[in-house]
């Protein structure tokens, strides 16, 4: 151990000291840190030193922002895990927030993936800072403040639609859009309207969710719909719509602005 503990020391000197540079890598030494759950902080790198920051996961129950304090600043991590399409973050006050694509800390500024303003989340921020997410996921949120939250404290509490539990399995293939042309469940919308989902989303639209595929017997026509955000949306039509040109299905469909096909064949991603 103790040889080991002396080759992890050469390292990190050799990498701070040997490289002809003078400033702070943070990226190569955040790779040494271990994964940290959280509980006793965040740490963030990327800002020219690492520092601390604060730490809350964020739930319904409406919390106190935790702030740890580096210098004159006072810095937070906020982690919202299995955001759904509709999830909203509430901020007690304005907040200047960075929302990143991560499960977890430690935050690397330099290298962490920027969630997308406008594809994954949409954002206002008067009087008080509101995430509405548009995309199934997991963030972190890094905020700073020169206030002491003490007297100019801040609280955060998700509504909207639920957050989901999911497993690490299930996250990464949220995360990396893997499942974008596979089968994920599909919503009953009643009166000859059905939907197969594949893609991103993880919950109905509307209808009542169930876990196997649309019937197909006496199909009347489908209609696909493809989103970035989302992946495919495939209505399934039978009885009481009708087929045909100007048929109620088409119809349907032209208001979803999908691609429409008369008949029995079902279309597919």
């Known amino acids: 151990m103790r040889l080991v503990f002396l080759l992890v020391v050469s390292l990190i000197f050799s990498t701070l000291f040997c490289s002809g540079k003078t400033a702070n890598n943070d990226a190569t030494t955040s790779l040494l840190l271990a994964k940290e759950s959280g509980e006793n902080g965040c740490t963030v790198a990327g800002l020219g030193t690492q520092i601390k920051a604060g730490y809350t996961g964020i739930t319904t129950t409406a919390k106190t922002v935790s702030f740890s304090l580096s210098g004159d600043t006072h810095y937070a991590v906020l982690q919202i895990a299995g955001a759904q399409i509709a999830t909203r973050v509430v901020l007690s ?13 430690p935050l690397d500024l330099s290298s962490a ?130 087929g045909g040109g100007g048929g109620t299905a088409a119809a349907n469909c032209t208001g979803l602005s999908g691609t429409y096909v008369d008949g029995a064949t079902i279309q597919t991603p």
């Open 113 to 242: 993936v920027l969630a997308k303003e406008g594809t994954e989340y949409t954002k206002v921020d008067s009087p008080a800072t509101i995430i509405n997410f548009t995309k199934s996921g997991s963030y972190l949120i890094y905020l700073y403040q020169k206030e002491d939250p003490t007297t100019n404290p801040l609280t955060v509490l998700t509504d909207g639609t639920p957050v989901q539990a999911i497993s690490d399995s299930d996250l990464t293939d949220i995360l990396n859009g893997g499942s974008t042309k596979t089968f994920k469940f599909a919503c009953n919308l009643g009166s000859g309207v059905c939907q197969n989902y594949y893609g991103f989303l993880t919950s109905c639209l509307s209808g009542t969710k169930q876990t196997s595929k649309c019937t197909e017997t006496s199909a009347v026509g489908s209609c696909k719909v493809t989103q970035s955000s989302v992946g495919f949306i495939i209505s399934v039509y039978t009885a009481p719509l009708t």
């Open 93 to 105: 006050r304005y907040a200047k927030v960075a929302i990143y694509v991560s499960s977890s800390c």
